[in-house]
């Protein structure tokens, strides 16, 4: 059992480029979440889906984008990377979006030179 | 918004030795978990706990969630004990978890 799934594990981008970070959980799992760790500091989440064909910012949703492709896989773009945007990202799920269990991917390492 | 504080901030304990980690929050919650960060950067689920007192193994985590706090506790600790502890909590409207700031905890053989 796989759990949380995210691609790539490592990635190192110039100024300006794009990518998009891949989630999938396997869970069956309806709500889908996108967090950021910085050094020091705990999570702190980007954006969300509470349900299949729903989007909602968090509490930093600036420079990202996100698709919820179908009940199993939720991306994280980031069109123009920024150095600010070198973080540790975390993508998690849970059953429900409020009172459920939420679990974590591995992380991606994410640094912006 | 909700805020979360966990202590100490640090904590360097010799293999064998118990200790507590605590998690105060300012709002009534509907959730709180506790995981483990490792020295790799997975994030580990310990507890699902929004009230009461659950254990497994040599860990066990209570809350009380009427005086806003919950209690990690470590029975003789090994050095696979290290890394971050981490007290993430949801309120009952809300919708994410807000995260405390962590107890890094190392464990010396």
């Known amino acids: 059992n796989a759990g949380v799934t995210q691609t790539p594990k490592f990635q190192v981008l110039k100024t300006g480029q794009s990518m998009t970070l891949q989630c999938a959980q396997d869970m069956n799992h309806n709500s889908m979440y996108w967090y950021r760790q910085d050094p020091g500091m705990g999570l702190r989440l980007i954006y969300y889906?509470?349900?299949?064909?729903?989007?909602d910012k968090g509490e930093v949703p600036n420079g990202y984008n996100v698709s919820r492709l179908n009940k199993r896989e939720f991306s994280l773009r980031l069109e123009s990377a920024a150095p600010s945007q070198t973080s540790v990202y975390f993508c998690?799920?849970?059953?429900?979006?409020?009172?459920?269990?939420?679990?974590f991917g591995q992380g991606t390492r994410l640094t912006v030179v | 918004g909700i805020q979360v504080e966990q202590s100490p901030p640090d904590l360097i304990l010799q293999e064998g030795a118990n200790s507590t980690l605590r998690c105060n929050f300012s709002?009534?919650?509907?959730?709180l978990q506790w995981f483990h960060q490792n020295p790799w950067g997975q994030l580990i689920n310990l507890f699902y706990i929004p009230s009461g007192t659950k254990q497994n193994g040599r860990l066990s985590a209570t809350t009380v969630a009427t005086e806003r706090y919950s209690l990690l506790y470590i029975s003789s600790s090994q050095t696979t004990d290290s890394g971050v502890y981490f007290c993430a909590v949801q309120v009952a409207a809300g919708n994410k978890l807000t995260f405390g700031g962590g107890t890094r905890v190392l464990v010396k053989p």
């Open positions: 889906s509470a349900s299949e064909g729903t989007t």
């Open positions: 998690a799920s849970s059953a429900t979006y409020q009172n459920t269990e939420a679990f």
């Open positions: 709002d009534s919650v509907n959730n």
